[in-house]
């Protein structure tokens, strides 16, 4: 059965989360404070965890970037009602697959965690290659000609998915979608910004643009 681990001090939220989730057929346990969700994070026992930032004596950005430089590719989706664009992108930019703003509909909460937990970690390749670019899942370490290249957990999670796509045009919307996991403007040009990113860091002539479609890795 998939474990969910539920990081929230508002106990009327943690157990409105926990009933809902065991009802849909999911093991779960809450954590109130930071570091309590840390150390159960890191036991191996779940499959995802969905972290609020104002956790007591350890907020909710430190405990993900605990988790994520012990190595620990876990998805995390943090749910909280800081929904200001900085919060958002230091929440992205640390390594957290989701972002969701209270108040929340449950449905869309669950939608989020089958999203994040669709891919089986087990089965997948813990690297990925195309050409002398090379990603490693695990360490999260992208290499080009051999040489360490350094991505910020945005960067990464963009080239992942050219890779797992190498020679497929993907939209823009394609990407917000599997990338950055909640629904952006449809005029927000975070995706092309991000792709630019990508071109002085991998090269140029790695990521094709496809006009008014998207992109493609050659």
């Not at 009602?81 to 900085?86: G, I, P, Q």
């Amino acid at each position: 059965m998939t474990s969910i681990l539920i990081a929230d001090d508002e106990a009327r939220i943690s157990g409105f989360i926990d009933k809902g989730l065991r009802a849909a057929g999911y093991a779960t346990r809450v954590a109130g404070t930071g570091p309590v969700a840390l150390d159960l994070a890191l036991s191996g026992e779940f499959d995802l965890l969905v972290l609020d930032v104002n956790m007591p004596d350890m907020d909710g950005f430190a405990v993900l970037e605990s988790l994520r430089g012990s190595g620990s590719t876990m998805p995390v989706i943090m749910l909280t009602a800081r929904v200001e664009l900085d919060d958002t992108v230091a929440g992205l930019e640390g390594g957290a697959d989701d972002y969701l703003g209270k108040p929340f509909r449950f449905d869309e909460l669950v939608a989020r965690i089958r999203l994040r937990l669709r891919r089986d970690p087990s089965s997948a390749p813990t690297t990925l290659t195309h050409r002398d670019l090379v990603l490693d899942i695990r360490t999260r370490r992208a290499h080009v000609g051999g040489v360490q290249v350094e991505l910020s957990a945005r960067e990464f999670a963009l080239a992942e998915e050219l890779l797992r796509n190498a020679g497929q045009v993907l939209s823009r919307e394609q990407l917000l979608s599997r990338v950055w996991g909640f629904d952006f403007d449809p005029g927000s040009n975070v995706a092309d910004v991000y792709v630019g990113y990508l071109r002085q860091k991998l090269g140029s002539e790695r990521i094709e643009t496809v006009r008014g479609v998207g992109y493609r890795l050659v």
